[in-house]
């Protein structure tokens, strides 16, 4: 391992790691078959080596198991953002980065030529022009620089007064502490209180699923197609037998399970006419492609649709164009009167109507009922009966019952 | 604009507070930021470059560094920041951190950047109706006086609405404020004076709370919140096994990912989890495991098994009568 280096060039190798560790955390060397043990090793080590103290190891009879030991309850940031601070660089970058940085800190304007010069008499730091103008313009790309083109003389600036206002409002600070935990693209925010040097100490989050920032890169990518309205280019690793195809589509918004944290890009696939949902974590790279003349009519027919969606299926097995589904419950008032306003804050539009005393039923029509199995398992104890259009999804909920009084041996 | 980027690496973070520290460094206090801030295996990579002025960042004078920088030095904020920055503008619960005249401030400063999202781009389809209003001032008062006395450790007076209609009055110290993603709403993790001199964690809905008024008197000795939370979990964590069709395995992984927990594998197709919860999450965790159905099958503790089990039998018995 002699050719170890803690960090990387490119992302997204790394994030199929971490997340293979952090989600199911009990891979051993042996089980990482698609990969050379020396890579396992290396991957393995440099895991270790940001995570360190999330890594729990558990040695077993074939191999060392390790895996990511995290509880959100527990924590005032998301310990993955680690892994987006890991970029590699040269040894010109960091030190340019400093001195170019701190040269400009009092708001002059200077040329490459005087950036050179002065880096050579103020730090006794030699680098030819080329290198000064080139690390100039990519920090102007970037936004840390101005640059400003007079006559044929184009010079460099630099403005840190929203840094100061930042940093002398305690208010905002909170605010910073609080959407890098909870909100979208959390790790910028996260970068701007190191930045700021402020740490949160007041915020915590439940239901907060940490292993999605590893998307953070595909989603900005998204995010700034849909903005610009264009089609796009996905290459989508198929979970289940990890073939990779290219999809074309119109990207339109993100979908966002608050329950599993999972996030998916809702597009629509002119090929096929129809709109599908895609998830993040399967979406492994994004090209921009050309703009979309009827994207606003695409937004408006998605808008309509979306109030027939339970999640993020927009057909059914039994391929209805939409299922009806009638739950009938029981319900002890008042003192079980919070089953009711369950079904009214969880229920996504469906009716809730109280057909007797004690007695409630809830009916909604979907594209996909199936979907709605998971919740409805959630009044398992107070279910008197399940009517589903689609009978698939009736015979279903009524077999697993089934199974599960057989496995926990339940008596009539 | 670049997400994974060197200008946000961590080593350049390290190294700007070594470089602001206008004082004489030694090695020993050098491998100390390092070892603090950086990661397990950072000062093998970052102590040599600097010895031999391959990062030329400061000046050395025997066993002592001087830095280099000749100012206050402040990283300026880069376009992926202020379009991050610009994003959160519209989001609601900013009002509940910033005042009118701060968000036009920044409203104003921020008047030639395109936000990297609008809030019109994301559709959280799960999220629960009855999220905490936000627009709210006697809301938006209490939210702020929460959060001063929880960074000044501070006691607040909490007149409340309690779940089942009563009004109590009580004086806490709120330890964290939660928000909770899929409830779109704020809670106040708070502690409270024990009988026994202890400090006991209450959790109480914001939204709940009719006023909230600060009290000249401060928590005068440190609790450890994070040991609080870990003790309040039940000794004997939920032993579940997962069987992977249907792409449980995967599904639970993700959808128990926010709980601390240990997964091995006990055969070809199984997998054992254990999940360490406490009494306040127990209700949901056990809403949760019944979602799945017989995916997943509980093996322990005996007082999950039992809730379980009562719910399955209260179950069997509606829908046999109900026939």
């Known amino acids: 391992m002699s050719d170890f280096h803690e960090l990387i060039k490119s992302f997204p190798k790394t994030r199929e790691y971490v997340r293979d560790f952090f989600v199911y955390g009990f891979k051993t060397r042996t089980e990482f078959k698609h990969k050379s043990p020396r890579t396992y090793d290396n991957e393995r080590r440099r895991l270790e080596s940001w995570l360190n103290p999330f890594v729990h190891k558990d040695h077993l009879s074939n191999g060392a198991n390790i895996s990511l030991a995290i509880d959100s309850n527990l924590l005032d940031t998301n310990p993955l953002f680690r892994v987006w601070k890991t970029k590699s660089f040269t040894d010109n970058d960091i030190v340019l980065h400093f001195f170019i940085l701190d040269l400009l800190q009092d708001g002059d304007k200077m040329t490459a030529e005087e950036i050179t010069d002065d880096l050579l008499t103020e730090y006794e730091a030699f680098f030819d022009i080329q290198t000064v103008r080139r690390k100039c313009n990519a920090y102007q790309k970037e936004g840390l620089l101005q640059k400003q083109r007079k006559g044929k003389t184009v010079v460099y600036s630099l403005d840190t007064s929203l840094a100061q206002w930042l940093k002398s409002n305690e208010t905002i600070l909170d605010a910073l502490a609080f959407f890098q935990l909870a909100g979208s693209l959390g790790m910028i925010g996260n970068q701007l209180t190191d930045q700021l040097d402020y740490q949160n100490q007041t915020f915590r989050v439940k239901h907060s699923f940490f292993v999605h920032t590893l998307e953070d890169e595909i989603l900005l990518d998204l995010l700034n197609i849909i903005h610009q309205q264009k089609s796009a280019a996905l290459e989508i690793k198929s979970s289940k037998k990890g073939v990779i195809n290219t999809t074309y589509c119109v990207p339109l918004q993100i979908f966002i399970s608050t329950r599993s944290g999972r996030r998916f890009l809702c597009a629509y696939i002119d090929r096929s006419k129809r709109f599908t949902c895609f998830r993040l974590d399967t979406i492994k790279s994004v090209t921009s492609l050309e703009k979309t003349e009827a994207y606003e009519e695409l937004q408006t027919k998605l808008n309509r649709n979306r109030r027939q969606l339970w999640g993020v299926s927009f057909q059914g097995r039994e391929r209805h164009h939409l299922d009806k589904l009638t739950m009938t419950i029981q319900v002890f008032e008042p003192k079980e009167s919070y089953i009711v306003d369950r079904l009214r804050r969880e229920g996504r539009g469906g009716t809730v109507t109280k057909t007797a005393p004690n007695i409630y039923q809830y009916e909604i029509e979907v594209f996909d009922c199936n979907e709605m199995l998971p919740w409805i398992r959630t009044f398992i104890g107070r279910i008197l009966s399940l009517e589903c259009s689609a009978k698939s999804v009736e015979r279903r909920f009524y077999e697993d019952l089934q199974t599960m009084y057989q496995t926990y041996q339940i008596e009539e | ?323």
Not at chain 2, 294 to 305: A, E, R, S, W, Y
């Open chain 2, 1 to 323: 604009m670049e997400l994974f980027s060197e200008i946000y690496n961590c080593y350049y973070q390290v190294l700007r507070h070594l470089l602001c520290t206008q004082t004489a460094l030694t090695k020993q206090q050098i491998a100390d930021q390092i070892c603090g801030e950086g990661f397990e295996e950072s000062l093998l990579s970052i102590i040599p470059k600097l010895e031999n002025g391959s990062w030329n960042l400061f000046h050395q004078d025997g066993d002592l560094f001087f830095s280099k920088l000749t100012s206050s030095f402040i990283t300026p904020i880069s376009d992926l920041q202020k379009s991050y920055l610009k994003a959160l503008l519209t989001d609601p619960r900013m009002q509940l951190f910033l005042s009118q005249e701060q968000l036009e401030n920044l409203q104003q400063m921020l008047s030639s950047v395109t936000p990297l999202w609008t809030q019109e781009q994301f559709y959280y389809y799960d999220r629960f109706i009855d999220g905490d209003p936000y627009e709210n001032e006697n809301y938006r008062r209490n939210f702020r006086t929460l959060l001063t006395a929880q960074k000044n450790h501070q006691y607040v007076d909490i007149d409340y609405n309690s779940p089942n209609g009563n009004r109590v009055h009580h004086h806490y110290v709120p330890a964290r404020l939660e928000y909770s993603v899929k409830n779109d709403k704020f809670r106040v993790l708070a502690l409270k004076n024990a009988r026994d001199h202890n400090m006991k964690l209450e959790i109480l809905n914001i939204s709940r709370m009719q006023n909230v008024s600060l009290i000249e008197k401060t928590l005068s000795f440190e609790v450890d919140f994070n040991a609080l939370i870990q003790n309040s979990y039940y000794r004997e964590p939920l032993k579940l096994h997962i069987i992977n069709k249907r792409n449980a395995l995967e599904r639970a992984m993700l959808h128990f990912a926010n709980y601390e927990k240990n997964t091995t594998k006990i055969d070809e197709n199984t997998y054992e989890c254990l999940i360490y919860y406490n009494q306040i999450m127990e209700t949901e965790l056990l809403i949760e495991v019944m979602s799945f159905g017989p995916m997943l099958t509980v093996i322990g503790n005996d007082k999950f098994l039992k809730s379980l089990k009562a719910r399955l039998q209260r179950q069997k018995k509606l829908i046999t009568n109900n026939h």
